[in-house]
């Protein structure tokens, strides 16, 4: 069955019509994320819809992923950290409104979508317990299990479990767009990442980088781009990431006995250097029974999660 999935993130909005029985999406585009409250993305949103539909007019279902925590009933997006001017938002009203004739329409978080991807069909399928986490824009988590009163993706008592990129490893740390301090987020998130780089050139005048060329346009991709170019700077800016990443990921260990972490997004393109920090560092930091069994693993839908996810919804 062919639906459209949509993962609205804070740079961009990716739209892809998903079979959801392989996963495989057959078509897929995408726009930079208006800066104009959540109506206006509806809005804005629904017209690349009709585009979409035109070439696939059997579609008929919608999924939509959204950074932000949701309520019990996922009819409200409350405060996303990441997108401009958003409040308490009652997105799906806004798209069943912009896509009248659409006979399903589904919203749930970005992560938590990506997270029933994984599940289903990628790396944590068959897993009994995981914790997905995606690193973009910002970073994002999903709790996943198929035991007790809770199977399937773990929502807390008003909705909103999950946000690992909120989980503070540093009370005295960098100032996160949440209102708190140290969050994993405020080192691994996209802007943040890229401004921590920048800092570090402008403090250290002795540092030989490529990037310095870049100083004021740096991404995650031009970093890893000049780790993999053979950049020292550049590779140490990625296992400084994971190292912090580790030691958020030894905290969920030891608190939910958590032993599988699947990680996906932009960042977790940097590969091989991101992965082995993080897993140094997890390990040396969780208990020794939970030495032998905690495990990171790539996400398989890489940037696609969030799309695959969110068609899963009506699927």
């Known amino acids: 069955m062919f639906v459209l999935g949509i993962d609205i993130g804070g740079t961009t909005i990716k739209l892809g019509v998903v079979d959801t029985s392989t996963g495989s999406v057959v ?75 659409f006979q399903q329409i589904e919203v749930d978080n970005d992560a938590k979508v990506a997270t029933l991807a994984e599940a289903r069909l990628g790396a944590g399928k068959g897993a009994s317990h995981f914790l997905l986490v995606t690193l973009g824009t910002g970073v994002g988590g999903g709790i996943y ?16 479990a999950g946000e690992f990129g909120h989980v503070s490893i540093d009370l005295n740390g960098p100032q996160c767009k949440c209102g708190s301090r140290g969050c994993i987020e405020a080192y691994l998130g996209q802007h943040y990442l890229s401004e921590r780089t920048r800092e570090k050139l402008i403090a250290d005048n002795t540092i030989d980088s490529p990037l310095r060329a870049e100083e004021n346009e740096l991404t995650p991709k031009l970093i890893a781009s000049a780790m993999n170019g053979g950049d020292a700077f550049a590779r140490g800016v990625f296992e400084e990431a994971g190292m912090f990443l580790g030691v958020a990921l030894a905290n969920v260990a030891k608190l939910l006995d958590m032993h599988l972490f699947i990680i996906g997004g932009g960042v977790a393109e940097a590969g091989t250097v991101l992965f082995d920090a993080a897993a140094a560092s997890l390990h040396a930091n969780v208990f020794e029974n939970l030495k032998p069994v905690v495990e990171i693993r790539p996400a398989v839908f890489g940037n696609r999660a969030g799309i695959i996810g969110a068609a899963m919804l009506v699927s």
């Open 27 to 101: 078509a897929e585009s995408s726009f930079p994320t208006p800066q104009s409250g959540a109506r206006n993305v509806a809005m804005e949103t629904a017209q690349r819809v009709h585009d979409i539909r035109s070439a696939y007019p059997e579609i008929g279902r919608i999924g939509v992923g959204v950074p932000g925590a949701m309520n019990a009933d996922r009819s409200l997006v409350r405060y996303p950290p990441n997108l401009f001017g958003w409040k308490e938002e009652p997105l799906q009203q806004y798209f069943k409104e912009a896509l009248p004739d």
């Open 145 to 160: 299990s198929t035991e007790g009163a809770f199977a399937g993706i773990y929502r807390g008592s008003s909705g909103g």
